[in-house]
C-alpha cells in the first residue's frame, strides 16, 4: 500500500478543501511556523483511520475537530478527511485478478478494497463528522462501518493506537507506557 | 496466537538490538519479557545501555536518549512488520546535532520500503526530503499547503523561511 | 491571606497580558479565577487567543503555542516577584527560529534582574549567553565542565560542536 | 540574591568534584550532546533546595542519585551538591550591620543567614546524601535542618515545586496543570 493523497476540508484549521498529494515513496517533510497546522495534518491521518478518542486528537469532544471558526469567518457545519492509497500489486495485475473483488485466501484485509475501487487498484477511505455529533465512513465511495476500516487496515500497523503515527511530544511515550502496554505494541506487530 | 507473539518478539528484539547500536554508535539495548504465571500476560522490559554507561533502567535515561531508544524500538517493528507510512511529529526535537545525523540517515535507507512524513523544525531533517510541504496561515486562522519539489537542500532553507 | 493572593493575581494577570502580547507579536492572554463559592479555593484558568485566532481552551493550541503560553505566565510570575535565578531546560525545543527570537530577546532583557540559565541545542539562543558552559563526558559516563568564556557568537558554534 | 557557584561531587553523573562558577548576572548557557548530564545539573539545583521526590528528580529511590559507576569507575559512596548565593546588599553593608545576626523586621529569610556566613553576605547551602539513605543539610558550614533551608528560601520563587526551576519536558505542564494547582503557582509568588 502506498499513500497518494489526503484531502481535507473543515478539519480543524483547514477551513478549505485542501489537498496534499505524495510521490508514494520516500521522505517528505512538512515545515512551517509554530500553530500553522502542521500537527493537524497527523491528526486527521490518525482521525480518518478510526481514531475514536478525542483526548488522542489534542480535543474535548469530538466535534471539536471541525473547523470553529476565525474572527473573520464562520465555522462549517462539517468536516471530512479522504485518505488515498494505491495497492501496487493490483494496479498492475492483468484484468482478470481485478473482476474477482471476494477475498482470496492470505489476502491482505485491503487487498478485497484494492480491487473493489473504483479505479482497481486504488482504495479511498473518508470519514465525515456533522456538528450534530453525526458520523459517517466511507470506502471507495460506498458508506461503511467503522470496523470496514479496521479490518482494512488490520495488521498493517495502521489503525488508532497504531505505532505508525507518533504525536508531538510523545516520543518518548512508548518508554514510559506500562510492561503490559508496550507487549500491545508487539503484538499489533505480531 | 502466542506462537506468532513470541516469534515477533524474538525477531522484533533481534532488530532492536542492531538499531539501538546504529543509533547510538555503540552500546546495547534489549527487550526482556517480565515474570510471570502466565506467559500471555507477561510485559516487556525495555534495557538500554549508551555506549560507555552501565546496564540502566529507560527512565534514567536523558531526554535525547529517551527519543533515541524509542526511535530504534519503532524501527525494530517497522522493519519487522513494515507498514505503508509512517508519519513522525517533531521526533528531532530532543536530539542534538550528531544524532539528528544519525537519525536521519536511518530514516533515509528505511524509506526504500516505507514513506515517512516528517513534521520538524529542524533544518538538518529537511534536507532529506525530496519534497518539503510548506504549510502556512496567510489567511490567519485558517491553514493551506504550499508544496514545493526540488532536489538542492539548500532551497529547503528558503521555504521554510518562507512559510514563517 | 486571600487580599495578598488577589493583589498577585491581578498583577501577574496584568504582566501576563502584556508579556502573552509581546511573545506572539499580537493576539491577547489572560486569566481567570474558575467559579467557586469560596474565594478560597477557586483555581486560575489561562485563556490564550494567538493573533488572528479565536479565543480558545488553552489545551487546543499547537505545541509551540502552548510553550509560548507557558513561558509568558512563567515571565508574568517573575516580573511581580524576581527570584535570584532561573533555570530552563531546553524550554525553546518546540519552537520555530521567530518565536525563538522573541523568546531570547524577552530572556535578555530580563536578565539584568533575574540571573538565567539556559540549557538549550539551539545555536541561536546561545548566541545571547556572554558565557557558555559545554558539558562532556569524554571518560564515558562522567561528566566534565568546560567553561568557556567569549562575547563572540560565531564561537558559540565550535564550541557546541567542540563538546559534542 | 546571586547565584555564584554550584559543586557537585558524586551527584548522578558527576563522580568527581565539579565546580561551576557563575558571575551572578546575565544569561549563561549550558550545551552538549545527548547524556552528558546537562539536565542533571538542573537536578542538582532543585535537590539542594529541598527536593524530596525522587521522581521529580528522573529517579526510582533518592539513593539514584549517588554515581552509581561506570564499566570503569567503581560507585561512590555518597552525593554532595553546594550552592555559594551573594547577598549583594550585605557585601557591602557597613560592619556594624554585619555583627547583628539576628533577622530583623521586614528581613528575608535569607538576609539573617547572609549575616550569620563565614563571609559575611555568602551563604552556603549544601545536602549529602549517603548510601546508607542518611542525608544531611548545611547551612554556612553548620548542620541544620531541611525547614531551615526551606525558611531562607520562602518567597523566593526557589525550593521544591517552584516557578524559578522548569524541567526538561515540561514547559507545558503549566498549561495542562488543573486549575488549582495553578493557584499555587500565584500563591509561591504572592
Ligand atoms: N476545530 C478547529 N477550528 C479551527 N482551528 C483549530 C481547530 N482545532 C485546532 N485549531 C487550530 O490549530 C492550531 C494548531 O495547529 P497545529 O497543532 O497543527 O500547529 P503546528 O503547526 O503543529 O505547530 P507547532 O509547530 O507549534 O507544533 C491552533 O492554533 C488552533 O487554533
Ligand atoms: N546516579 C547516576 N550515576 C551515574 N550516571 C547517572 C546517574 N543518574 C543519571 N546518570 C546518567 O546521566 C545521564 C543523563 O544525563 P542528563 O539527563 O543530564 O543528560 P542531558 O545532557 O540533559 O542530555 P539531553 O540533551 O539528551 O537532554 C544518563 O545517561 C545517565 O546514565
Ligand atoms: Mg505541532
Ligand atoms: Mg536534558
Redesign the pocket.
Known sequence: LKLQKIELLGFKSFADRTEITFNGEGVAAVVGPNGCGKSNISDAISWVLGEQSPKSLRSGRMQDVIFSGTPTRKATGLAEVRLTMLDPEIEFAPAIVRDDATPQNGDHGYRAAARSGEIPGVITVARRLFLSGESEYILNGRPCRLRDIQEIFLGTGLGPDCYAIIEQGRIGQILSAKSYERRALIEEAA | TQKQFSEAFTAINANFQETFRRLFGGGQGFLRMTESEDPAEAGIEIVAQ?PG?RL?NVL??????KALTALALLVAIFRHKPSPFCVLDEVDA?L?EANIGRFTQLVEEMSRTTQFILITHSKRTMNIAPVLYGVTMEEPGVSKIVSVRFNAPAVAESVAEAAA
Request: glycine letters at 18%; hydrophobic letters at 20%; zero cysteines.
Open positions: 549508551p554507561k540502566q534514567l535515561l536523558s531526554g535525547g536518549e530532543p542534538d
